[in-house]
């Protein structure tokens, strides 16, 4: 795949069809990493819509998930991870 500078913020249009269908700008696929198959989501906000890439959505989601409860758990630096883990695997011996 080909490498492609496009700038931070530009504006783009795409046109309606009959079923609602759009082609989505090959700029903006680039920019959210979009390949053929690729899923997106759309998240509605006070009248605005951003179309973001499904699998990194879901990941920051995720990740956002998982630190609020590592904080919750007071497992927020990689030390305490490990010792976390050493102590799991060590439950069973």
């Given at each position: 795949?080909?490498?492609?500078?496009?700038?931070?913020?530009?504006?783009?249009?795409a046109?309606?069809?009959?079923?609602?269908?759009?082609?989505?700008?090959?700029?903006?696929?680039?920019?959210?990493?979009?390949?053929?198959?690729?899923?997106?989501?759309?998240?509605?906000?006070?009248?605005?819509?951003?179309?973001?890439?499904?699998?990194?959505?879901?990941?920051?989601?995720?990740q956002?998930?998982?630190?609020?409860?590592?904080?919750?758990?007071?497992?927020?630096?990689?030390?305490?991870?490990?010792?976390?883990?050493?102590d799991?695997?060590?439950?069973?011996?």
């Amino acid at each position: 795949m080909m490498a492609v500078n496009v700038p931070d913020t530009f504006i783009d249009n795409a046109k309606v069809m009959a079923k609602g269908q759009v082609t989505i700008p090959k700029d903006v696929r680039n920019v959210l990493g979009l390949d053929s198959g690729s899923r997106v989501t759309f998240i509605v906000e006070n009248g605005s819509v951003r179309m973001v890439n499904s699998a990194i959505y879901a990941m920051q989601m995720l990740q956002n998930e998982m630190s609020d409860e590592a904080e919750r758990t007071g497992l927020v630096t990689d030390e305490a991870v490990n010792n976390l883990v050493k102590d799991i695997r060590s439950e069973g011996e």
